[in-house]
């Protein structure tokens, strides 16, 4: 399975920040969130359906409240905070050096990006360089990362269709199949096959074992390989295809001022992609092409994170071979807890995780401990789509939006 | 990058001069601030956040209480971001920049409800996170990290 595009890798110079290509939408109609339930008027009365908090569809333990008129939903409005642990309390409480194994458990399927991002806001916090080889691997993990994650949402979301598919179950197991590949190769590097603790402040925590780069580029030629086996089963099926085409649509603007990322603003037509506009770790370096779909709906979401998937793994395979030489950290060994101290100051850094810009603004007063640290998770903006989409939808349709929004609730409630 | 082109709005009709963290704006001009910034084009609200400044004694000078409310918006097109903020005594509400971004909506109920601030003019501040009937914003800098409550919690 010959990578095509390892051409593309490693440009001698970095190349400049390009500009996205990015409609300028009008307001579209929109559902109205607020509206006063009570002042409905039809034929009999409203049904209020709680959906959740326990529910397997809710992706963990979100609960929607539904006001439905027979089976069309009228009005939503979610609940969040299920999964609140005050990580932003915590993170106050802790020193820069102890605030990373707490934000693995944030997004629990995708620890690796929330780990960059803290690590990259207290570096520029401190302004502090890493080296090359550490930036390689930063982007191998997060790239790797990424396909983990969008096949246990692949598979997740299979599920939700249930037996209108003919058995949902069987994508499941294939694709949760795959991710135990990559999760056995996190498990090589780090020793951690879920909350790796692999970036530290300055560079990584563990350098490449001998081999990894043999066995990635094996597993990410697997993987792609089995790919358009998954598609063949979903996209191919005409049920799929009805049960999502035309679905949950969100027009550019909307998906904007609620400040949607990643994938699920990708569908909506917009071309911004935080790697190719703001390029962190090692993406100055090598050719990113986001995956773009116009339609705003489940069907272009499922299209762009499938895109996604290739592209992610066409980036780290063409990284893996031309890893540079060189140290892993770009400063002394943290010793103690107090050892980082940034001087006083702001910074707000934000990276493209699998579910979309993961920011984290962080402020200083020159202590050993973060005075403010706030973690911007895609998944409560994409949550907040949600009064605006389910409206005139059916509860099956509820299900199948909410699963293509791909929210993470340890994420979303922090 | 930040934008250069509001950086001159906002000194230009605001009087503001913006640093690295942009311009504090007071609280009377912020809806028109917003406002001012998404014809610009700045459509894509990025988040809004706030932190809590306890009373502070700097020599004779006492420097009460405040709320810093942070935004930060961006330009998709031009891939410019803006951030501003808005600080207010404690106790004085924040306008809600909802009817201009509409994801101000659950941004700032999570300020609301973590940090303390009052959006005036929000359509529906309820707390977010944290059960209706809590007590007090627990990212209040003197709010301690093991306030005893009911029972259950």
Known sequence: MAMSAHATAHTSQAKAAELPRVPTPAIGPRANPYLDADSFEGEGDLMVLNMGPQHPSTHGVLRLKLWLDGEVVIKAVPYLGYLHRGVEKLLEKL??????????????????????????????LEGCEVPRRARYLRTICAEMQRVASHLL????????????????TTAFMYCLRERERILDLFEELTGARFHYHMMQIGGVRHDLPVGWDVHMKQVAADIRARIPEYESMLSANPIFRSRTKGIGRIDARLAMELGLSGPN??????????????????????????????????????????AEMYES?????????????????????IETVNAVKPPAGEAYVAIDSPRGELGCWVVSDGSPRPYRCKLRPPSYHALAALPYLLPGTTIPDVVVILGSLDPIMGEADR | MIGQDVAQIAHERFGLESGELGPSVPRERLLEFASALCEAGYLYLVYISAMHHPATKNGE??????????????????????????????????PSVA???????????EAYDLVGPVFEGHPDLRRI?????????????????????????
């Open chain 2, 129 to 153: 996170m944290l059960p209706e009937d809590w007590e007090g914003h627990p990212l209040h800098r003197d709010y301690a990290i093991n306030t005893p409550h009911h029972p259950w919690r």
């Open chain 1, 265 to 306: 603003l990708r569908a909506c037509g917009v071309d911004f992609d935080l790697r190719r506009s703001q390029p962190y770790a090692a993406y100055d370096e090598i050719e990113v092409h986001s995956a773009l779909a116009y339609e705003g709906d489940v069907y272009a979401r499922y299209q762009v994170r499938v």
């Open chain 2, 61 to 94: 000078a006492e420097v009460p209480a405040r709320y810093t409310v942070v935004y930060r918006v961006r330009d998709l097109a031009r891939g410019l971001e803006f951030p501003f903020r808005c600080e207010v005594p404690l106790g004085t509400g924040v």
């Open chain 1, 95 to 124: 020193s820069y050096v102890q605030s990373t194994p707490i934000v693995d458990k944030n997004d629990y399927v995708a620890s690796m990006t929330n780990e960059l991002a803290l690590v990259m806001a207290f570096e520029k």
């Open chain 1, 313 to 333: 793994l066409r980036i780290a395979t063409a990284l893996v071979d031309g890893v540079p030489a060189g140290p892993i950290m770009g400063r002394k060994p």
């Open chain 1, 153 to 168: 949402w692949l598979g997740t979301f299979a599920l939700d269709m249930g037996g209108a598919l003919g058995g949902g």
């Open chain 2, 99 to 109: 009817s201009v971004w509409a994801g101000a909506d659950w941004q700032e109920r």
